[in-house]
């Protein structure tokens, strides 16, 4: 198993704390389609956002530390995928500013992430496009000291709930990226799609929106290096909240099986299900020390192990997939009563795998960069 340093341990243990206190109302935070004042208290207070912030914007660290980032969310997701989303989307959707914005922009937005008082939204996918990013439609044109924003995203999660969006966008022959405020002239918003898992989603329309060519982030054109590097350091934390909903899936099966009877004796001690328990025991802890593993290469070099990222995004969200669906099996037809924590878990498993990286997706590059390393 792989060890956590007793830093990382304290770390956990925070997001531990945060997540117990979150729990009492967590069926209600995860029903929730704009932010829950309660969840985004408890985030405030925790300090836990400085994680996903450089130390020089009030962060925890100098850089990033993915392994971090990945004990909090596996902690966090154990609870409620609310909780989990509102801390991984402050580093997802403001990433590009920390790494490709200008000194003052970063001033200007960064602190207020690390302390929740901002809260950060990345626009990338849009209403024809999803995994195949280099087909957007959405454009930035060059207008003196402004740039100009025209076109629509779709599925974008904080979508309605953030004060900024990080938007990638075709620019000429090259894209591009760039920082738009929530209340940029021209930026409409319009409630998301109502998913099997309810999330802050949202619908973003851009009608010739002008911001200063200064929230420009990285280099023109060129954006998609941008893009990897968001990849490389918040994909495997993904992985993360996977083996989080996973332990709480388990958690959940054991505990019915230790209270229940069927034929004079306890579920836990029936050959079928004590195997079904075994077998997601082993499959989530292998997925933990996959991830942790992974997350530590990531942050020696997070762009060079980005294929050990994917891997662990693979493993643990399909993981969680089975372990949920075991366990909702263990519980029988309790395990089918809707508003259950089984059943929440159930819903929640599902979007793992599609989020940040399809799972087939994933597999299609896996495969190429696996045949390309034999040649």
């Not at 967590?26 to 405030?44: I, M, S």
Request: charged fraction near 20%; include cysteine.
């Amino acid at each position: 198993m792989f060890d956590l340093t007793q830093e990382h341990r304290d770390i956990q243990a925070r997001a531990r704390a945060v997540a117990e206190a979150v729990a009492p109302y967590a069926a209600e935070a995860d029903e929730y389609t704009q932010v829950h004042p309660g969840v985004l208290a408890e985030l405030r207070e925790s300090g836990l956002a400085r994680h996903v912030v450089p130390a020089a914007y009030g962060g925890a660290s100098e850089r990033l530390d993915p392994l971090a980032i990945a004990v909090v969310r596996e902690a966090l997701m154990y609870s409620s995928a609310h909780l989990d989303s509102m801390f991984g989307m402050q580093g997802v959707g403001s990433y590009s500013l920390s790494v490709g914005g200008l000194e003052e922009l970063k001033e200007q937005w960064l602190p207020r992430v690390a302390t929740m008082d901002a809260i950060a939204g990345l626009a990338l996918t849009e209403p024809d496009v999803g995994s195949d990013l280099r087909a957007v439609t959405t454009t930035l044109t060059a207008d003196g000291d402004e740039v100009v924003i025209d076109g629509r995203k779709s599925f974008i999660t904080n979508g309605g709930a953030a004060d900024f969006y990080c938007v990638l966008a075709r620019e000429g022959d090259g894209y591009s990226m760039v920082l738009v405020p929530a209340d940029s002239d021209g930026l409409t918003i319009e409630p998301g799609a109502d998913l099997i898992a309810p999330h802050i989603l949202g619908e973003l329309a851009f009608h010739q929106v002008r911001v200063p060519s200064t929230h420009r982030l990285g280099v023109p054109g060129k954006a998609f290096s941008l893009m990897l590097q968001t990849l490389a350091v918040f994909r495997v934390t993904v992985a993360a909240s996977g083996v989080g909903l996973a332990q709480a899936a388990l958690d959940e099966a054991v505990r019915h099986a230790q209270e229940r009877s069927q034929f004079g004796r306890p579920l836990a001690e029936l050959g079928a299900v004590s195997q079904s328990l075994a077998l997601s025991w082993t499959e989530t802890e292998a997925a933990r020390s996959f991830v942790y593993r992974a997350a530590a290469l990531a942050t020696e070099d997070p762009l060079g192990h980005l294929d050990f990222s994917s891997m662990a995004k693979v493993s643990a969200t399909e993981t969680a997939g089975r372990v949920v669906d075991r366990s909702v099996q263990t519980m029988g037809r309790f395990g089918l009563v809707r508003g259950s924590a089984i059943e929440r878990l159930y819903r929640n498993a599902r979007p793992l795998r599609v989020y940040e990286g399809a799972t087939e997706v994933l597999l299609d590059s896996l495969a190429r960069r696996l045949v390309k390393k034999g040649r």
